[in-house]
């Protein structure tokens, strides 16, 4: 079941009274309900629930913006935050890193002085993807043991595949699989409801192995129509990667499917390397021995990047869509995407981008030389009959 989720609703708060005047008036003329004051307890008041979007002015007497996110923070609210100020460029991009760490929304920053078209420009695009519908299962319930148990005997897990696609020329280079729970009664369930279950029942390895299994008995079947097999990218949890059988039952599914080694790429979350570093190792360096290539995922998210970089083997780095989201928009998102593109070339890596949404980052990944990019601007992750009615759909577009 599928509801509309309520938009136009935006709580502002500046202590210059002629800004929030202004603001209210474009706003409202837009079609927004909007709500305006200069005080922190009016302010925290009339935040509720189905507040879309909160303007907030950083620099303000009394409790100022900072403090406010903090609280926001500690309430948990899900409002998209619009910050305003007239701090420099880069104290907003701090501002806006304090407010992901405690978990906010940031969606966008006007710069003091702001004219009529930013505003308006801004407000008309964070206010897009609200009217998408939102689907109510995306909450689920915590899944029980024994019904994760018995999904795993089941084997209830199903894939969907999201192209990687090279932005030179266009053409598909390969396909991350990524898990979803095919349950009876719930529908699909995403992987955030239940990897990290897995993981807690230590149930991840059996998980892994289904999920591998299907990968490569079903890669096969997408092509590009130039008779080269395509790259095959499956996430393993640190967790399996302790197992020092892990290469061998790997290869020997490989075999079983008739898929090369070199077109397996194993995926692996950056910020998760650095436990029992001695069987990680093991592990990768006989991976890479067998020709099996390594992802470094979620690459800008960790701590220990050029650590990770020093130790781990990689053939490829996946720079995290947190970094390309704002990429046209924020400068330091820009800088830390092209050195990072820089930093894997002159290591001899491939460079992929995740997240891309529009064309805009596209062009912006192409002038920085990122090789591939994948994101919703192709397509969602899609099972495999509607992942073939795409790439047919897509391959005759660039054949055009």
Request: glycine residues 8%; proline residues 5%; charged residues 20%.
């Amino acid at each position: 079941m599928e509801t509309m989720k309520p938009i136009h609703r935006i709580l502002v708060i500046d202590d210059e009274g002629d800004v929030g005047d202004f603001v209210c008036a474009a706003a409202q003329g837009m079609g927004f309900d909007c709500t305006v004051t200069a005080d922190a307890a009016t302010f925290l008041a009339a935040l509720t629930p189905d507040t879309t979007f909160i303007l907030l002015d950083l620099i303000m007497p009394g409790l100022d913006g900072i403090e406010l996110l903090r609280l926001l923070g500690q309430q948990k609210c899900a409002a998209g935050i619009i910050l305003m100020s007239g701090v420099g460029k880069r104290v907003l991009e701090t501002a806006s890193q304090l407010a992901q760490v405690l978990g906010l929304s940031i969606v966008g920053h006007l710069q003091k002085p702001f004219r009529l078209f930013e505003l308006e420009a801004l407000l008309a695009k964070v206010a897009e993807p609200a009217v998408l519908p939102v689907v109510q299962a995306s909450a689920q319930p915590t899944t029980p043991n024994k019904e994760l148990r018995h999904a795993i005997d089941r084997n209830e897990f199903v894939l969907h595949y999201q192209p990687q696609i090279d932005i030179e020329t266009g053409r598909m280079v390969g396909v991350e699989a990524l898990a979803r729970w095919q349950h009876p009664d719930r529908g699909l369930v995403l992987p955030l409801n239940f990897i990290g279950r897995a993981e807690e029942l230590g149930l991840i390895d059996e998980l892994g192995w289904l999920v591998m299994e299907r990968g490569m008995s079903e890669v096969g079947q997408f092509t590009n129509g130039d008779g080269k097999c395509l790259m095959l990218s499956l996430n393993a949890s640190v967790h399996s990667l302790h197992d020092l059988k892990f290469p061998d039952i790997l290869l020997s599914i490989a075999e079983r499917h008739c898929v090369p080694p070199g077109n397996i790429t194993i995926e692996i979350t950056e910020s998760g390397l650095i436990k029992e570093l001695s069987r990680t190792l093991d592990i990768l360096t006989r991976l890479r021995m067998k020709q099996v290539k390594l992802s470094i995922d979620d690459f800008g998210t960790g701590y220990a990047m050029m650590q990770q970089l020093q130790n781990i083997p990689a053939t490829e780095l996946k720079i995290d869509r947190s970094l390309v989201q704002d990429l046209q928009g924020n400068g330091r998102d820009r800088i830390m995407v092209q050195k990072t593109i820089e930093m894997g070339h002159e290591l001899g890596m491939r460079v992929i981008a995740e997240g891309v949404e529009t064309e805009e980052q596209l062009d912006i990944l192409r002038s920085k030389g990122c090789d591939c990019a994948q994101g919703y601007f192709f397509t969602p992750p899609l099972p495999p009959v509607q992942f073939l009615s795409w790439l047919h759909s897509y391959r005759a577009q660039l054949v055009h």
